[in-house]
């Protein structure tokens, strides 16, 4: 068995604040990782740590950018056992879209749509939390009880799949698995 993470977390930038007063929630950013140590996350969020506005499909560093000057920020980083062709599917997948960088864009209108409840589905465009479901899903590792297009990062705390590994400051969760791997 194999595993891969999802990371929601809960910064302060201003459309992080605009996110979850819209909707209410815990969490605004969801992200993926294929490893434990969070060193291949991917998401969709802002490109230019000073401009929001350019945003698309990123590898994200807890260490750099945004995370790294959000170190306080709650998170929660959510585990799913997947089978060894499963993983090897989202991985293949997710190289493709690292080839294919500049044509993945954020998906500024579903995440409006999706506050009122409408899925609007645009190819190569995402939000966070459209991009891990979308992931999830069409490579056969998780089924949602909605659309995909309609997850929100909250949403995630609630599957009965996945398996919460680690809550508390987003600047600790990468030497909490050092430690637990010390351990083992």
Known sequence: ??????????????PARIIRKVNGDTYSHASIALD?????????????IHFPLIAGFIHEDIDTG??????????A??????????????????GDMLNNYDAYKYNLIGLIMYNFGIS????????????VAHILYTNGALK???KI???????????PELHEVYKGRLRNVKSHFLSSSRMT
Do not use: W
């Not at 799913?80 to 993983?87: F, K, R, S």
């Open 149 to 159: 297009n309609l997850i929100k990062p909250a949403d995630f705390c609630d599957l």
């Open 36 to 48: 434990k140590e969070l060193n291949e996350l991917y998401s969709f969020a802002r490109r230019n």
């Open 66 to 75: 945004i995370f790294a000057r959000n170190g306080d920020a709650p998170c």
């Open 77 to 94: 980083l959510y585990e799913l056992e997947i089978n060894e062709d499963t993983y090897e599917s989202i991985k293949s997948r997710i």
């Open 144 to 146: 949602f009880p909605k």
């Open 1 to 14: 068995m194999k595993s891969v993470y999802i990371l929601l977390t809960k910064t302060n930038t201003l």
């Open 120 to 131: 609007i589905e645009r190819r190569y465009h995402f939000v966070c939390s459209q991009f």
